[in-house]
């Protein structure tokens, strides 16, 4: 069972990923991608004409932000598929229902942290930049 659930995590997330970074590709090779925003009327931005730099962050957006998504993704998978047969049960065993308690109690390594609050980070940068940009 926790075999599962670590399969549909990391199928999950790399879909997810993929998905996201081939509809960036997929509107950067065409040239326009339609912008819908709550409550308002959708729109076409265009690489070459109407609203250049909301096609700019949203294509690009979609592309690192799935890229981003999809190599965690790939990274799990290399690194269940790397580690040793031990290191393999002991990372099924920390997924499985370990009480909230428990949980708070382990140290997060620095780098980790430090990735996290990146990514929150740029996550924030790009949504400001894409609703100024308009």
């Not at 690009?60 to 998978?77: E, H, K, P, Q, S």
């Not at 920390?94 to 990146?118: K, Q």
Request: aromatic share 12%; proline share 3%; hydrophobic share 55%.
């Amino acid at each position: 069972m926790r075999f599962l659930k670590l399969f549909f995590m990391l199928a999950a997330t790399l879909s997810l990923g993929v998905f996201a970074f081939l509809h960036g590709f997929n509107a950067w090779r065409a040239g326009q991608i339609v912008v819908t925003r709550r409550g308002r009327e959708p729109f076409v931005a265009a690489a070459d004409g109407a609203f250049p730099i909301t096609f700019n962050l949203e294509v690009w957006g979609l592309m690192i932000i799935g890229g981003a998504v999809a190599l965690c993704g790939i990274a799990g998978v290399v690194k269940f598929l790397i580690n040793t047969p031990d290191q393999r049960r002991t990372m099924l065993t920390r997924m499985d229902g370990v009480s909230r308690r428990e949980r708070s109690d382990m140290d997060i390594p620095w780098s980790v942290g430090l990735a996290i609050v990146g990514a929150v980070v740029a996550f924030f940068l790009y949504l400001g930049f894409r609703v100024h940009a308009q």
